[in-house]
């Protein structure tokens, strides 16, 4: 991982620390999987285009807690996406947003799977403590 990405991560999901108010996912919460595959000739592009999308997010908007894209080290077109949203108007605001809809136009055509699962964190007291290291070590 590169130290940009690092920070990225780092950042999208320190947000998440500020939301932590017991050990329960916080209600209205959306976190999800998102698991892509990619045609192998278009990959640099799409990774180019999701790089661009994915900061634009987090940057851009306050209920975007985190977008974290990752490939799989020995199939790199498959992607998965961790996904946090503060709550459902957050996701769908975002689905609306200039940098989301140029993502979403740009790769119709290159993306060859698309599988979205959602999820429920277990532990979001462990959780909160991964990312304050984090921020300890950076």
Do not use: W
């Not at 959306?30 to 900061?55: G, Q």
């Not at 459902?88 to 140029?102: A, D, N, V, W």
Request: proline letters at 4%; one cysteine or more.
């Amino acid at each position: 991982m590169t130290t940009k990405a690092l920070k990225i991560l780092i950042i999208s999901l320190l947000c998440l620390v500020t939301l932590e108010k017991s050990s329960a996912q916080q209600p209205g919460m959306i976190i999800r999987i998102s698991e892509i595959e990619i045609f192998p000739n278009h990959l640099k592009a799409y990774n180019k285009i999701l790089k661009e999308e994915s900061e634009a997010s987090v940057k851009l908007e306050p209920g975007v807690i985190a977008i974290f894209p990752m490939s799989q080290k020995e199939n790199p077109n498959q992607i998965r996406i961790l996904e946090i949203y503060e709550n459902s108007e957050s996701y769908q605001s975002h689905l609306k947003t200039p940098h989301f809809l140029k993502y979403k136009t740009s790769t119709l055509k290159i993306v060859k799977s698309l599988k979205l699962i959602d999820m429920d964190a277990l532990d979001s007291k462990t959780m909160t403590q991964i990312f304050k290291k984090l921020k300890e070590n950076n």
